[in-house]
């Protein structure tokens, strides 16, 4: 039983609250976080972090007239908290419940839909200037963290912001992690801010002088602060936001709701675009995450008392590796052997599997932090110079840089290994990542080959496949967790030729990448009804086996594409796309896949059943045209 925390149903109930009540209430939000996270799963220690942020910006704004922009979104869950959706709260990442991320579908106060990085200060400045020529008045506020900020588009905004002269505020909410910890320039710049010794001892004779006159409280408190303020924008060299004609408030302890409080209430008065430089703790408050905020960025349900990771994931783990797992161990590999390749990860060392690579091979491992548009064409040069390079990025994420491998890596033929770790479905951080697009954004684009391994296996194959056996920009999508392969079957890559699973005259499935092994079941269930299938494994998108499939079109008339991506642009549509170009005439096909529509998020098998794209899913749709 929560004692503030029961009576909170709308911002409104902050108002009243005493700095006491305020500290209980972050205590309670805390506690809460904990436990629907340990049940449910999601980003932990960085919502843990910005739990003060999300009470002093409802406590001093009015939401939802004013708009609070939550960059990424995952750090948003003492939001969420706050602002209604305390009860459903522990539906958070479910089918059916809310959102791990601001969502404008779910909430009046979640302005924005967001997941990916580095877009709040862009979306705050367009609302805000919507403001400004409506003639309204409503206060905009986007939080972003260090790690974010490093993104280009929000490089974009500040320059823009500062240009502009219109109010709004930016917090920087600053615990120096990423997923991992921060890296690059900018990051050496902030904990410059912070470990300035001039400043450092400043900040400390103020306190000092706070606390020896108690009795003249929040006036004198302000007032030093002001006066601190003043003294450290003149001692400080390189005021990078200064420079930029933002103002800077700051450094600030973003975990004190007290000083976060009288700091925002004295900013939102100032006129043009400010930066409050909030500093956080990631984790804060919950022992295991405070100490491994990297492992409790995002978790998997976890045991409250000893932090560890609950059920059946880990064994899994230990006992059958992951694709991120099979696609690590390969490139590490390749990397004993050859000091050619290097590895590209953006922000996501651990996540990508890269990690291993960078603690064995520091000075060719690349953490350009979250900056995927960089990574890419910073690949290029890297290929350019005679290098392999390997970059390793979620396909969601991937989608950040669509012109740079059109521009940078496709025209100019750079061989450059593009690996698209969570293609498909991924579950419950729901449609900002699922990683559906990738076929269509990279099937048109000259020069690139794309292949799809079947299991893990295959993805060892084929990185070593691309590496030695391939020329010009290859892209390889394979999906988050692991599949049970039905064989131990590999047959050796060919260049654009697919594998021939099992024959049958009475219709053909092409199927790609995830979907090879359950569409093998699929043809199974439909042996025993009497329908004999053929089952292909594509293997590559692009360039299509054309002569298996004018083969194939010379004795069977159904065919089935089956892929875990949008149909739409999809791997169905190149083989449609191909019996248009052939003219070949007399074939039905019929494609499987996902729908024109932003998947929701659910737990990855539920989805898939949902979708048709279960074992049962694609033998029954089979029936259901061929049957
Ligand atoms: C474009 C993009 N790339 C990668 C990610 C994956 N990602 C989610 S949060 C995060 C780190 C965010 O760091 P920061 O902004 O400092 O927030 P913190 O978690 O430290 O509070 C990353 C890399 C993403 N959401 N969007």
């Excluded at 002269?165 to 910890?181: H, Q």
């Excluded at 967790?481 to 260049?495: E, F, I, Q, S, V």
Aim: with cysteine; aromatic share 8%; glycine share 10%.
């Amino acid at each position: 039983m929560f004692k503030i925390l029961n009576s909170i149903n709308s911002p409104q109930d902050l108002k009243g609250l005493s700095q006491e009540e305020i500290k209980l209430l972050a205590k309670e939000i805390r506690e809460l976080i904990v436990e629907v996270v340990s049940e449910t799963g999601g980003h932990l220690a960085a919502s843990l972090g910005a739990v003060e942020i999300a009470i002093a910006l409802h406590y001093c704004l009015n939401a939802p007239e004013d708009k609070i922009i939550w960059d990424v979104g995952h750090q948003a869950y003492a939001h969420k908290i706050l602002t209604g959706r305390r009860e459903r709260f522990k539906t958070m990442r479910q089918l059916g419940g809310i959102s791990g991320f601001p969502n404008v579908y779910e909430s009046e106060y979640d302005p924005f839909t967001v997941g990916h990085g580095s877009t709040s200060i862009s979306s705050a400045m367009g609302l805000a200037k919507a403001r400004d020529l409506n003639g309204e008045s409503y206060k905009v506020v986007a939080v972003i963290g260090d790690g974010s900020l490093v993104g280009g588009m929000a490089f974009e905004a500040l320059n823009y912001a500062g240009q502009s002269k219109t109010n709004m505020v930016i917090i920087l909410n600053d615990n120096e992690m990423s997923i991992a910890r921060s890296v690059g320039a900018l990051s050496k710049y902030l904990n410059k801010i912070l470990t300035n010794p001039t400043y450092n001892k400043i900040h400390k004779d103020m306190e000092g002088l706070v606390k020896r006159v108690p009795w003249y409280g929040f006036r004198v408190y302000r007032a030093a602060k002001k006066l601190e303020e003043g003294v450290k924008n003149l001692l400080i060299p390189g005021m990078l936001f200064e420079e930029l004609g933002i103002r800077y408030v700051g450094p600030i302890d973003g975990n004190n709701a007290e000083e976060l409080i009288a700091t925002l209430k004295n900013v939102l008065t100032f006129e043009g675009p400010i930066l409050i430089h909030a500093i956080t703790k990631k984790g804060k408050g919950y022992i295991y995450a405070e100490n491994h905020p990297e492992k409790f960025h995002g978790t998997a349900p976890f045991d409250i008392e000893t932090g560890e990771v609950k059920g059946t994931a880990q064994t899994d783990s230990r006992s059958e590796p992951s694709f991120t797992d099979a696609f690590s161990d390969a490139v590490m590999e390749m990397a004993e052997d050859d000091k050619k390749i290097v590895a590209i990860t953006a922000a996501m060392p651990e996540g990508t599997g890269l990690e291993k690579f960078g603690q064995a091979y520091p000075e060719r491992f690349f953490n350009v932090g979250m900056a995927e548009q960089h990574a890419i064409t910073f690949a290029a040069g890297l290929s350019k110079g005679g290098l392999i390079p390997v970059v390793a990025i979620y396909s969601t994420f991937l989608q950040r840089s669509y012109d740079q491998i059109i521009h940078d890596v496709c025209l100019q033929n750079l061989h450059v290994i593009l690996c698209l770790d969570r293609a498909g479905i991924v579950g419950e951080d729901g449609p900002t990542h699922h990683g559906l697009f990738d076929i269509p954004y990279l099937r048109h684009m000259p020069n690139i080959t794309i292949m799809a391994p079947k299991d893990q296996r295959e993805l060892r194959e084929m990185l070593k496949f691309a590496a030695y056996n391939c020329r010009g920009p290859v892209a390889i999508r394979y999906p988050r967790g692991k599949l049970t392969a039905d064989a131990d079957k590999c047959a050796p890559l060919d260049y654009g030729k697919a594998e021939v699973i099992s024959e049958g005259n009475d219709l053909a499935i092409l199927s790609i990448g995830s979907t090879v092994w359950p569409s093998c079941r699929a043809a199974d269930l439909l042996t025993k009804e009497g329908i004999k299938a053929a089952v292909i494994n594509m293997r590559f998108v692009k360039p299509l086996d054309e002569d298996l499939l004018k083969a194939l079109s010379a004795k069977i008339k159904k065919f089935v594409v089956i892929e875990e991506g949008v149909l739409d642009c999809g791997f169905g549509s190149a083989v449609l796309e191909f019996f248009e170009k052939e003219k070949i005439k007399g074939i039905m096909v019929k494609r499987i896949g996902l729908p024109d529509k932003f998947i929701e998020h659910g737990k990855k098998e539920e989805l898939l059943k949902r979708y048709g794209l279960d074992v049962e899913g694609i033998a029954a749709q089979i029936k259901e045209i061929y049957g």
